[in-house]
């Protein structure tokens, strides 16, 4: 199993372009199986994430090939609309392929998803969904069988704004007759993102952003090619990073809109951050202060892919932090590894209390999941010392060579066998 060695305590400095994001390109994936023609994904982060969905196209007989840093795909021979055990268990949005088989083939047969490293992660409303929209599903033995029947399209109102149910209804929805208006939708920019790749293939989908979508199925679909939009919870990593261990690093290739609470939070906590919508330069001293609570929520609230992240960017600031997580039942798994480096952070049921210390020291520690994996590269830049990371599949789901990325940066860091 792979380490990551750190070396930490050495300022960062440079220019570093942001990676497509993981979040859009996962459903992106899954809805070139709509055309049975070519898409053609541009800058599609190579995570293993990303992996997996391949082997789900190509297990549903899709050709998907690399052209450089772009991912083409023809779901033209596309001959099947089961997905295995082993392939759903891989990673929690292989559940987004459902809705789009469901629309191409009519029918659909996986079983649940895996990925429940943040607590119970259900489906129900996936399925509330695909019901409502006529679809009938059956629940057997572990599996999900689905059948489209006569999909129609009317308004569904989700009980709460899930980024994957709203995904799944959407790609559904391109294969129901007539209009679909989804109620308190998610609002995540990544949902946006889907939208202008189903708008670049011919489907008639409006309102993402907002929190009404509107779908009007069964258009004619054509060739589409599309760019992945930048991936702010991995821009929200690097800014985290440069902002704990100190030092001024600029940002290419992400949407400044995007990132405004994660922003705000390091500025508020002493960072000078400036540029344009494309571009974010961050100054740090490296010793922070502590800043107000901090509350994850939907979009355009703090996003929780970036709780563990700016928790580690702040264990050495003067005073205490509070955090309290809304989305995921246990996203606190990381707090212990941080523990083992010096940190003073408690948690009690949702909330966190990070007070600053003075230094941390590097440890061995391991990745609990995705987001803990990177808030431990974060606070292993921050502290003196040698901090081995083990477990590092985790952070390969997001981050496509976060080592490259930061070794550009200055940093002290290595990948062994
Ligand atoms: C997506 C993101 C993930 C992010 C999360 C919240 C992708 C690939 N993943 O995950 O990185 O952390 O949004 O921003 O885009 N829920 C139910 N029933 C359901 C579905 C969800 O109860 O059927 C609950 C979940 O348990 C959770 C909350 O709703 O408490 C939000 O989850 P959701 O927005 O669906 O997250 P994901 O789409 O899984």
């Not at 440079?14 to 996962?26: D, E, H, I, M």
């Not at 998803?113 to 509330?128: Q, T």
């Not at 800014?239 to 922003?263: F, I, K, P, Q, Y």
């Not at 390091?266 to 961050?282: F, I, K, N, W, Y």
Request: glycine share 10%; charged share 25%; aromatic share 2%.
């Amino acid at each position: 199993m792979n380490e990551i060695i750190i070396r930490g305590g050495k300022p960062l400095e440079g220019t570093l372009r942001v990676q497509g994001a993981k979040n859009s390109v996962l459903p992106i994936l899954a809805a070139t199986v709509l055309h049975p023609g070519r898409s053609l994904i541009r800058g599609c982060p190579r995570l293993s994430d990303v992996e997996a969905s391949v082997r789900i196209l190509r297990h549903l007989g899709c050709e998907a090939r690399w052209e450089g840093p772009d991912l083409a795909v023809d779901a033209a021979p596309l001959c099947r609309w089961d997905i295995p055990d082993c392939l759903m268990r891989e990673m929690r949005s292989s559940v987004i392929f459902l809705g789009a088989i469901l629309a191409r083939c009519g029918r659909a047969e996986t079983s649940y998803p895996g990925g429940c490293e943040l607590g119970p992660r259900p489906v129900d409303l996936h399925l509330a969904a695909l019901r409502k929209l006529g679809a009938r599903v059956r629940e057997e033995g572990g599996r999900l069988c689905c059948e489209a029947g006569e999909m129609a399209g009317r308004e569904i109102a989700l009980s709460l704004p899930s980024v994957g149910a709203t995904e799944n209804l959407i790609l559904a929805a391109c294969g129901a007759a007539g209009e679909t208006l989804i109620v308190n939708a998610a609002r995540e920019p990544e949902i946006g993102d889907l939208q202008a790749f189903l708008q670049a293939m011919g489907c008639d989908v409006r309102g993402a952003g907002t929190s009404t979508v509107r779908v009007v199925g069964r258009q004619r679909t054509r060739d589409a090619v599309h760019t992945v939009m930048p991936d702010r919870i991995a821009a929200a990593t690097y800014l985290a990073a440069v902002a704990a261990a100190g030092g001024e690093v600029e940002l290419t290739n992400v949407r400044a809109s995007h990132l405004s609470t994660v922003t705000a939070a390091l500025h508020e906590a002493g960072c000078e951050v400036c540029g344009d919508e494309e571009r974010l330069s961050l100054r740090s001293g490296g010793a922070l202060r502590s800043i107000g609570t901090v509350r994850t929520a939907p979009y355009p609230g703090f996003p929780t892919d970036a709780q563990a992240i700016l928790m580690a960017a702040l264990l050495r600031s003067r005073g205490a932090t509070v955090f309290v997580e809304n989305i995921f039942e246990n996203r606190y798994r990381h707090v212990d590894e941080l523990c083992r480096m010096g940190a003073d952070v408690h948690v009690a049921d949702r909330v966190a209390v990070v007070t600053g210390v003075e230094r941390l020291s590097g440890a061995a520690v391991r990745c609990t999941d995705l987001r803990g994996g990177a808030a431990l590269l974060v606070a292993g830049l921050a502290a003196q010392g040698t901090t081995r990371i083990g477990e590092v599949h985790h952070i390969r789901r997001g981050y496509e060579d976060p080592v490259r990325d930061l070794r550009a940066l200055g940093a002290d860091i290595e990948e062994r066998p």
